[in-house]
């Protein structure tokens, strides 16, 4: 087994006030708790191919935080995302012999409200254009919620595409393949396209990117879902983070 898409880290506010939304938007919002050190608490939106988003908030100022460095600055929304990877220590010794530099693993974890504890090893790239892996510890099932959980009024069934902003696409493209192998990335006009399971990653470099990038850094910029309908929701409810449901 490869790279999956894990999660998307959405950055918002207040928590309670998000969840509200992302009821209101259509999705069922399953509270996740508080993380190890009490800093940071989330609730999690997940979907039937199993990536989910981490509507994540701070409980206390974490100026140390790049997460919250971006939401003081550059406000609500996309922060980061994640990938599943298929072995942790397998895939850092691979993605390292092909060059990429990577900081990890390094123990992470939270604690639900039910009491069960969930532990994963991080790991990260030097560059915020890469998503960081999250590989569990504990169960996956305990740390992404099954079943009824995975149902969405709004029809939604996974994240089709993620598109990441970057300042040099060629140079992002050399990492992710790096990262996944050149057999993952594709050339796609001026931009690229990286193959990870079932999820595409566009990579572009235009004026829209730059502008995101002038305010949040590298990183993903909007995504598309898996869903019936193509309806854009309102992004005032999705606290800053542009999402299109595609047919």
């Known amino acids: 087994m490869g790279f999956v898409l894990d999660h998307m880290v959405i950055a918002v506010a207040d928590l309670d006030a998000a969840a509200a939304d992302y009821r209101a938007l259509g999705f069922t919002v399953y509270p996740g708790g508080v993380h ?10 997940v979907f ?3 990536a989910y988003f981490e509507l994540i908030a701070y409980r206390q100022a974490a100026p140390e935080v790049r997460w919250w460095q971006v939401l003081s600055k550059g406000g609500e929304g996309f922060v980061d995302f994640a990938l599943l990877p298929g072995d942790t220590a397998r895939d850092v010794a691979a993605a390292r012999g ?10 992470g974890g939270r604690l639900r409200p039910d009491g069960a504890r969930l532990d994963w090893q991080i790991v990260r790239p030097k560059t915020t254009d890469l998503p960081f892996w999250c590989g569990d510890v504990t169960p996956r099932s305990l740390r992404v919620p099954e079943g009824e959980m995975r149902s969405h009024a709004n029809g939604a069934t996974g994240i089709a595409s993620v598109t990441v902003a970057c300042r040099d696409v060629a140079a992002s493209a050399a990492r992710y393949a790096a990262l996944a192998g050149p057999q993952a990335v594709t050339e796609d006009g001026g931009g690229a396209r990286v193959t990870i399971g079932e999820t595409v990653i566009m990579l572009v470099g235009d ?21 019936p309908a193509a309806i854009v929701l309102d992004i005032r409810l999705s606290h800053g983070a542009p999402l299109l449901i595609a047919a």
């Open 207 to 227: 004026a829209a990117a730059q502008e995101h990038i002038g305010r949040r850094g590298e990183g993903p910029m909007s995504l598309v879902l898996r869903g």
């Open 98 to 107: 092909r060059g990429l530099d990577l900081d990890g693993p390094i123990a």
């Open 36 to 45: 190890h050190g009490g800093v940071s608490h989330n609730a999690l939106v």
């Open 48 to 50: 039937a191919d199993g």
